[in-house]
C-alpha cells in the first residue's frame, strides 16, 4: 500500500514538475502538531478526549498564476483520532484480539481510545497576497486528503478494566477522504524560501471505524486542527 502511494505522489510532483514550464512550482516540508478528534451521529457515544498528534510531510505548489497554485503533496499523519464515551452497553471491536480480562459487550461508560496512523495524499488550491515587506498572507480552500491507514491502536478505560497498546486495525476503515481549510503566513528568509506557519482545519467525509449491524451501527469522523509549521523553496 505505502509503495501504490508513494508512486501516487510521485506521479503528481513530476507532472507539476513538468508543467511548471510554463509556470513555478516550489517544493517544502512540514512538521505541524495537531489536536484531533472523533465524533459520531449517536447521541449515546459521545466525544471524550482529544489526541495531540503530528503531521510530516512534503508539499509541491504549481503556480498557475502570480499568487495562485495547485497543491498536492505526501504526508504521514500520526496519532489521529481520539476518545468515544459509550453510555451504554457496547457490543463494538469484535475483530480484534483483546487482552486477558476483557469481555465483550463493553459495560456502560467505557470508554475506547482510538490512535490512527495514516499516508496521506493532499491536493487542493492555495491564493496568496502580494508581498508586504517580508510577508505574504495565503488562504488554501478546499484542501481534498485521501488517507491510507497504516496502524491502528487502542485503549479502553471502564470502572474494571484500563488496557491500552491494542491492536485495532480491523476495526477502522483502510480508507478516509477529508476536506479542508487553511490559512497563514509565509515570511521570505531568503531567495525563493520562505518559513510557513498557518492554522487549518480537517474533517473527514467518511466514517473511519466499522460498523456492527443491528447493535453498533453510527458514523464515526475525526476533525483535525492543525498548527502548520514548515519551509517552502
Known sequence: MKKIVAIVAFFILTQAAMLSQGGDLQLGFQISPMFSIMSTDDNTINSNGTNLGLKLGMRGEFYF???????????????TGGTLRHEKFSDT???????????????????????????E???????????????????????????????????????????????????????????????????????????????????????ATKNYKPDVDSKAVITNII???????
Open 93 to 119: 471491536w469484535q475483530r480484534s484480539d483483546l487482552p486477558a480480562g476483557v469481555l465483550r459487550p463493553f459495560s456502560a461508560n467505557t470508554e475506547l481510545k482510538y490512535s490512527l496512523q495514516y499516508v
Open 227 to 233: 498548527i502548520r509549521i514548515g519551509v517552502m523553496f
Open 121 to 207: 495524499i493532499p491536493f487542493g488550491l492555495k491564493f496568496k497576497t502580494k508581498e508586504f515587506g517580508y510577508f505574504r498572507y495565503y488562504a488554501e480552500m478546499p484542501v481534498f486528503t485521501l488517507g491510507f491507514k497504516s496502524q491502528a491502536r487502542g485503549a479502553i478505560s471502564s470502572p474494571n478494566v484500563n488496557k491500552d497498546k491494542i491492536d485495532i486495525k480491523k476495526e477502522v476503515l483502510p480508507l478516509a477522504f477529508s476536506w479542508g481549510l487553511g490559512v497563514g503566513v509565509e515570511y521570505s528568509v531568503g531567495e525563493g524560501t520562505a518559513l510557513v506557519g498557518g492554522i487549518s482545519y480537517q474533517r473527514q467525509f467518511t466514517d
Open 65 to 79: 498564476r502570480e499568487n495562485y497554485a495547485f497543491i498536492a503533496g505526501l504526508g504521514f499523519s500520526f496519532n
